[in-house]
């Protein structure tokens, strides 16, 4: 992908380095010691309290150690460790390709008669809290409704190259766009109709229609997809390096790799066939009407 040196999205939060009780709200913090600090202040204990604190925070600050970093920037992990070159271009990379989704979505929705309102990309390193609950790396990136945020660790493209033999920057971009799609599907009112007729099914019908809600945020990647080609941001073989990756994390592939037997009714995300099928269909339109999975 030709991504370097493009806009890269400012709806980005960098808690890599944090500890898993970190989170958003570092306004909220700011707002609790405006309230905090007067108070201290009136008092020769609360006076104490308030210079240990601001000395403590100055140390730390002078032996390099990030307290509490928002937003995009040369993070400094936990223990002063600063991040690895790589991983700051991972984060960079990351930026872009939701940058270039906003732009996409913008469109799409402005041509619906609808506004788009923008996730937030949580970048994190092995836990993180958010809306859904406390999730670790092992789950894969994934997408929170309760507060609409995209949420990676960006561990998982090693993950992705190493594990299931799927190099390639196109790959990783087809995961970001993916998790967006759930987000398209959430702002659409798709996600909330699914939840509500899973409601009392028995557990292979409410997979189903997971299955078709996954395959559907497929058909969206390949959307956006169809739109970074047709801004030239493409290089030969990205394509396939996106159908790799939809291949490599089917549920039949993975249920192989894991050697237990296939069983489609516990499917969820949809096989490695219908995976490719859906992006491709939305990658080779470029309409979001091509991706209607629940039709049938």
Same mark, same amino acid.
């Not at 196109?170 to 998790?179: L, R």
């Given at each position: 992908m030709r991504w370097r040196g493009r806009r890269q999205s400012s709806n980005v939060e960098d808690r890599r380095g944090q500890p898993l009780s970190a989170g958003s709200g570092g306004g909220g913090a700011a707002v609790l010691l405006l309230r905090v600090v007067p108070w201290l202040l009136r008092s020769k204990t609360g006076r104490?309290?308030?210079?240990?604190?601001?000395?403590?925070?100055v140390g730390a600050r002078l032996l390099g150690i990030d307290v509490l970093s928002m937003g995009q920037g040369n993070l400094t992990a936990e223990r002063g460790?600063?991040?690895?070159?790589?991983?700051?271009?991972?984060? +960079?990379?990351?930026?872009?390709? $939701?940058? *270039?989704?906003e732009d996409t979505w913008r469109r799409i929705f402005a041509g619906m008669g609808k506004q788009y309102r923008e996730p937030t990309l949580v970048l994190f390193s092995n836990g993180v809290r958010s809306a859904c609950g406390t999730a670790s790396s092992?789950?894969?990136?994934f997408y929170c409704p309760g507060d609409q945020q995209?949420?990676?660790?960006?561990?998982?493209?090693?993950?992705?190259?190493r594990r299931h033999g799927v190099p390639g920057d196109?790959?990783?971009?087809?995961?970001?766009?993916?998790?967006v799609g759930h987000h398209v599907q959430t702002l659409l009112g798709i996600s909330q109709r699914v939840r509500q007729a899973q409601s009392g099914l028995s557990r292979a019908e409410a997979n189903a229609l997971s299955v078709r809600q996954e395959l559907q945020a497929d058909c969206f990647a390949g959307v956006?997809?169809? +739109?970074?080609?047709?801004?030239? $941001?493409? *290089?030969?073989g990205d394509l396939e390096e996106a159908l790799t990756a939809a291949n490599a994390i089917g549920d039949d592939t993975l249920q192989k790799q894991a050697g237990r037997a296939v069983v489609?009714?516990?499917?969820?995300?949809?096989?490695?066939?219908?995976?490719?099928?859906?992006f491709r269909r939305g990658f080779d339109s470029g309409d979001i009407s091509a991706c209607d999975t629940f039709a049938g």
């Open positions: 104490v309290l308030l210079l240990v604190g601001v000395v403590g925070y460790q600063p991040l690895s070159a790589e991983q700051q271009e991972l984060a +960079e990379f990351s930026a872009v390709i $939701l940058a *270039e989704t092992a789950v894969g990136p995209l949420y990676l660790d960006l561990t998982f493209f090693n993950e992705l190259r196109f790959a990783q971009a087809y995961v970001i766009a993916h998790e956006w997809g169809h +739109e970074a080609g047709q801004k030239q $941001l493409l *290089e030969e489609p009714d516990s499917f969820t995300h949809g096989s490695s066939a219908q995976r490719m099928k859906w």
